[in-house]
């Protein structure tokens, strides 16, 4: 731990009390001075640390950033994101996640970003998220599955989501085939999923998670104005995102936990559940391919199976979908 994380660990102990400038300088084994110097770094970062001559200090209030210590804090789970990065900015967190991977990082390792530089989508999209707005999340697996199952966990993680926003937030989120989650007709969520594979085998999976949290009306960049929501414009309010990360790391650990144990099938019923586009009529545009039908059921690889006006039914494996009627 650094002094700044020992310093913070002191102050949360004692949320309602001062702690001395002595008592922590021997704690820390610096001196007095010196930890004056990491109170004002640490205010610098946004936390709201009282000091009054002769009693000490006193942890007021901490910032909603993705801060490795205010993050372990809340962490509720297991085993996912219990080894963390946090960065300012980066290209993509799943680019990090991916090199972090491939150096042997665990399963469950949690790569957090405030901004990415180059944030991705499918089919090299973009993904536009304000500074410290939102969650951009890409978290390592190691599943022992063929490749193409991949997509089972993109179907985890968008249920995982819509959970978390239903039980934390109490918003209607539903999942739209096969990677968003939205409420109302707008996108909250994507995911997007990445892997390193051997011919029949996951070596690891990178699943990343962009979550508009706290992106205000204004913030929202031209490109998605008309299509993006984040969780403080449907509620009218700001939310802990910190809180929001905690809530999502444990409904995901607990899916993927499920998924390891008894395979797909609960999975999929909880997405048949909380899918706005089961029984629907749709489209679908994939490439430069158009097709129209009734979604009858999500397969084991996570494809869409469209029942045609013909009366076949025919199974779409990626694409971008529309709810027709
Ligand atoms: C996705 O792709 O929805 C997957 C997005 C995954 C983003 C995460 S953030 C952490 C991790 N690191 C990365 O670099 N990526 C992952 P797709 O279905 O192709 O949708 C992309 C489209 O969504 C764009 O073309 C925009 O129209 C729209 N979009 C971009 N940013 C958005 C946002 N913040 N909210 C809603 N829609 C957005």
């Known amino acids: 731990m650094t002094h700044d994380e020992r310093l913070l660990a002191l102050l949360h102990k004692r949320p309602d009390d001062y702690t001395s400038g002595a008592e922590l300088a021997e704690r820390l084994g610096v001196s007095r001075t010196t930890v004056w110097n990491h109170?004002?770094?640490l205010r610098k970062e946004g936390y709201?640390?009282?000091?009054?001559?002769?009693?000490?200090?006193?942890?007021?209030?901490?910032p909603d950033r993705m801060l490795p210590d205010e993050i372990r804090r809340r962490l509720r789970t297991q085993w996912l994101g219990r080894r963390l990065w946090c960065y300012r900015e980066?290209?993509?967190?799943?680019d990090v996640a991916l090199a972090r991977a491939a150096e042997g990082a665990p399963e469950g390792a949690v790569v957090l970003a405030e901004a990415q530089r180059r944030g991705r989508g499918r089919f090299h999209r973009k993904w536009l998220s304000p500074p410290a707005a939102n969650i951009?999340?890409?978290?390592?697996?190691?599943?022992?599955?063929h490749?193409?199952?991949v997509s089972q966990l993109?179907?985890?993680?968008?249920?995982?989501?819509a959970e978390t926003l239903r039980s934390l937030h109490d918003l209607d989120a539903h999942i739209k085939w096969p990677n968003d989650v939205c409420v109302g007709t707008r996108k909250v969520a994507g995911i997007l999923a990445e892997l390193s594979a051997e011919a029949e085998q996951i070596k690891h999976a990178v699943i990343g998670i962009g979550l508009n949290v706290n992106m205000a009306p204004a913030e929202i960049p031209k490109a998605i104005r008309a299509t993006a929501t984040s969780v403080r414009i449907d509620l009218g309010h700001e939310v802990s995102r910190l809180d929001t990360l905690g809530e999502l790391l444990v409904h995901f650990e607990r899916w993927y936990d499920q998924w390891r144990r008894d395979g797909f099938a609960p999975v999929k019923a909880r997405w048949a559940a909380l899918s706005s586009s089961l029984g629907r009529r749709v489209e679908i545009v994939s490439g430069t391919a158009k097709i129209t039908g009734l979604v009858a059921d999500l397969d084991d690889d996570g494809g869409l199976m469209l029942r045609l006006d013909s009366g076949l039914v025919r199974k779409v494996a990626s694409g971008d979908m529309t709810?027709?009627?």
């Open 39 to 41: 109170v004002e770094a």
């Open 48 to 62: 709201v640390i009282e000091a009054c001559t002769r009693r000490g200090y006193r942890l007021v209030s901490a």
């Open 90 to 94: 980066t290209d993509s967190t799943n």
């Open 136 to 145: 951009l999340a890409s978290v390592i697996l190691r599943p022992d599955c």
């Open 147 to 149: 490749p193409s199952l």
């Open 154 to 161: 993109v179907i985890a993680a968008a249920v995982a989501v």
């Open 323 to 325: 709810v027709v009627g």
